[in-house]
């Protein structure tokens, strides 16, 4: 309905003036053949017209020159959105490969604590053979101080007797 109101005016117009024009010159661009007379309320609509013509024409140019001005901005507007996103992009991917760096990195960790679980599974179990062996060796060593007790008594009863 805008565009009709926005565009009927001015071809209205239009057709107003090809039709007046009609009566003042049959060709485009020649010269009249015979006299043109045009009553004063001819003439006045005639200078309406053209006044009218001229406004729509002033106004139709100001139309497109703030559509220029609007297509301007939002051009702009889509270029600097495009670099946002484009730089969104980019740091999303930045983001991405520092992720998979910490992944690995975590991975290599786990390896690691894995190894490390082994090892101290393996250092516990060396560590009560050890206790095993200690233990042992305490056992024969009270035993050896008892024997050597026993046959510590049993020299000085056979000296004393």
Known sequence: MKQLKLFGLPIAAISLLVWCLSFVSPVYGSTPTEAVVLTQAQYNTL?????????????????????????????????????????????????????????????????????????????????????EIIKKAQHQNRNSKILNIILGTALVYAITR
């Open 47 to 131: 200078l309406k017209n053209f006044d009218t013509l001229e406004n729509t024409i002033d106004s139709q140019l100001n139309t497109i020159n703030e559509l220029e001005q609007q297509l301007s901005i939002a051009k702009m507007s889509t270029n600097e959105s495009q670099q946002a996103l484009l730089e969104a992009l980019r740091q999303l991917e930045e983001q991405r490969q520092l992720l998979i760096e910490a992944q690995n990195s975590l991975r290599e960790q786990e390896s690691l604590l894995l190894q490390q679980r082994l090892s101290l599974e393996k250092a516990e179990i060396y560590l009560n053979q050890q206790k």
